[in-house]
């Protein structure tokens, strides 16, 4: 009998730990789904936010198709210092509500969302900074706002860009003209770029989709415009739609309808937006997603990816092969000197990280109006309406420069560290997916 009692015993102690083990992990459980109430509830103050915030910037909400009721009817509004002090309170609340999760990190999904949450609010805190009045100097505000510090741009490597350029355009002289009049040659027709721009993004969408699975129903709509302070622009609004608005007053030259359709559509802005509807609004309820505040990581992250996006489309030589059998014909435009042409634009991208400079010098107030235009007439080879149009990007955008320029190399270098090399293309389209349909950081991508 004695040893059946033991068995007794035994038998109890195992009812007691399976009881005690059910009964932590429903704790465990309900702490999670704790941690996950207050953490949509973090989410949905920063949403609210960020559209109280675009009432005092036009610029700010880049997109939003969250719930219709939180839209402010109010916009272009002058915001004053009672406001501004309470909308950062606002912002300081949440951030520090959020640092009191900290445990709120399970699954890898959600440790990318805690620290994307707490990057977007460090930025909307920044913002509010700067419409209270505050100048930044440039490279604390690209921190700030983009979670990155611009590289050093170098004048004497521009140079030699510049040099290489001058041996190889037709002509003697001033290399800026040259080159300007070197690509007349290749300005798509006004009345071509429509159909240009359409066979563009047909090839650009058939090659991401043989990578990416695009959710069903997915659409964008193009339209042409005058007098804004970009060349091309994504506006998504929602439901896997996206308006394509590109401008038309200044020269389009042929290989920028693959640069828009790339960058703007597929696997760019529309593809990113899409993806992250998808992935992150319709299956999780995330609900910060759904607003898309412009001056934020998230930009870099966007304005990167679609960098990087429109050269892993084409690898080697088969972008120039689609523009010479396809777009110069659809565009009326002789293709004999298309050799020289793409020698030339493979070397004038070289000259993009100037417009950091420029920007940098003229945020920080030590150029004039006029010494930026002259500056990015000589380093970029811009002509002065250009130059002038890309001042009023940079007095519009601020330090949103650095987003393409620091994007692609952050991306760039991020995919080669992860194996995804020129020999690997299949690998550069997962880590680009990856990147680009679930939430990351700027600084987390760095080695
Ligand atoms: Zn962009």
Redesign the pocket.
């Known amino acids: 009998m004695q040893e059946g009692k033991e068995v007794y015993k035994i038998i109890y102690l195992l009812i007691f730990i399976l009881l005690a083990l059910f009964c932590s992990e429903k704790k465990d459980q309900k702490q999670q789904s704790d941690l996950e109430l207050k953490m949509n509830s973090i989410a949905e103050g920063y949403v609210k936010l960020v559209l109280e915030v675009g009432k005092y910037d036009a610029n700010y909400v880049d997109a939003y198709y969250g719930p219709k009721e939180w839209k402010p009817k109010e916009e272009n509004l002058q915001i004053d210092s009672t406001t501004n002090a309470k909308l950062i309170f606002n912002a300081d609340s949440l951030l520090n509500e959020l640092e009191l999760l900290s445990e709120y990190k399970a699954t890898e999904l959600e440790t990318l969302r805690y620290r994307y949450l707490y990057k977007q609010l460090f930025a909307v805190k920044t913002k509010l900074i700067i419409l209270s009045g505050s100048v930044l100097p440039f490279d604390l505000e690209s921190r700030a706002l983009y979670d990155i510090s611009p590289l050093d741009i170098n004048e004497e490597d521009l140079q030699k860009v510049i040099d290489e350029l001058d041996k190889i355009l037709p002509g003697k002289g001033d290399v800026a003209e040259r080159i300007t009049n070197f690509k007349k040659q290749f300005e798509v027709p006004k009345d071509k770029i429509a159909a240009v721009f359409d066979a563009a993004i047909k090839e650009c969408r058939s090659r991401t989709s043989k990578y990416i699975n695009l959710p069903a129903g997915e659409k964008f709509k193009a339209e042409y415009v005058v007098g804004k302070p970009w060349g091309a622009y994504?506006w998504y609004k929602g439901n896997l739609f996206s308006v394509i608005q590109i401008t038309t007053d200044f020269p389009i030259y042929i290989e920028s309808a693959v640069g828009i359709a790339a960058?703007?559509g597929y696997p760019?802005?529309h593809v990113y937006n899409i993806l992250l509807e998808q992935n992150l609004v319709k299956d999780k309820g995330w609900i910060e997603y759904t607003v898309y505040p412009l001056y934020s990581p998230q930009s870099l992250i966007?304005?990167g990816t679609?960098v990087i996006g429109e050269e892993i489309l084409f690898p080697g030589d088969e972008r120039m092969k689609f523009e010479k059998e396809v777009l110069f014909p659809l565009a009326k435009l002789d293709a004999k000197n298309a050799d020289l042409y793409y020698k030339v634009i493979s070397l004038q991208e070289k000259l993009s990280g100037a417009g950091v400079l420029a920007a940098k010098n003229y945020i920080n107030g030590d150029w004039t109006d006029e010494e930026t235009v002259a500056w990015l007439q000589k380093f970029q080879l811009r002509t002065k309406e250009r130059a002038e149009k890309y001042l009023s990007f940079i007095e519009t955008y601020r330090s949103y420069v650095v987003t393409y320029n620091m994007g692609e190399v952050i991306i760039r270098d991020y995919i080669e560290r992860n194996g995804g090399t020129e020999d690997n293309l299949a690998r550069k389209w997962e880590i680009l997916t990856k990147l680009i349909s679930s939430p990351h950081t700027p600084s987390s991508l760095l080695d």
């Open positions: 994504n960058h703007e760019g802005h966007a304005e679609a």
